[in-house]
């Protein structure tokens, strides 16, 4: 059961305070500020995944290569890597292995952007906050941080989103998908 209603959506809610968090989606409110750079966002669980590219924690590790990620959907970005790289090919079918965790890559630019991740180079930087990325799409991703441009539009209620995986999470708000 869920008692509790989006005015502006008519999303339903199993607590109020996931209803609340919900609204400001509509609203706009950002009540949560980091305080390394003032950006704000509309839940503390947002700012804390945030806070993450400022303090370098990143607990999110991946099993193929040991590279680890702040947030889950960095890891998860990663892995598809793996799969496109990777496909159906057996490990000993693998041309590529990184020296430093001997992750395998059937393609030099993956693991030369792979390494990227042991070396700590980030060649692409944002002109906008300075911050560094290891891979363009990276950044391009990023960037839009500044541009506030939201390219991805939900089909249930008209809210829009930066990134694709983001809209993809909010859409089990409206489907039940766990």
Wanted: charged share 35%.
């Amino acid at each position: 059961e869920k008692p509790f209603k989006c005015e502006f959506c008519g999303s339903e809610f199993k607590r109020r305070t996931t209803l609340s968090m919900h609204i400001r989606i509509h609203t706009g409110e950002k009540p949560f500020e980091c305080e390394f750079c003032k950006a704000k966002f509309r839940g503390k669980s947002y700012l804390k995944v945030h806070k993450r590219i400022h303090t370098g924690e990143k607990p999110y590790e991946c099993e193929l290569c040991s590279a680890k990620f702040n947030n889950k959907n960095g890891l998860n970005s990663h892995k598809q890597i793996h799969n496109k790289t990777l496909g159906n090919k057996s490990t000993s079918e693998k041309l590529f292995e990184c020296e430093d965790c001997k992750g395998k890559f059937n393609s030099k630019s993956y693991l030369k952007i792979h390494k990227r991740i042991h070396t700590g180079e980030k060649p692409f930087e944002c002109e906008f906050c300075k911050v560094r990325f290891t891979d363009r799409s990276s950044l391009n991703n990023h960037f839009k941080v500044h541009t506030k441009e939201k390219p991805f539009k939900c089909e249930f209620c008209g809210s829009e989103f930066k990134r694709r995986t983001t809209l993809s999470m909010h859409i089990r708000i409206h489907t039940g998908e766990k």
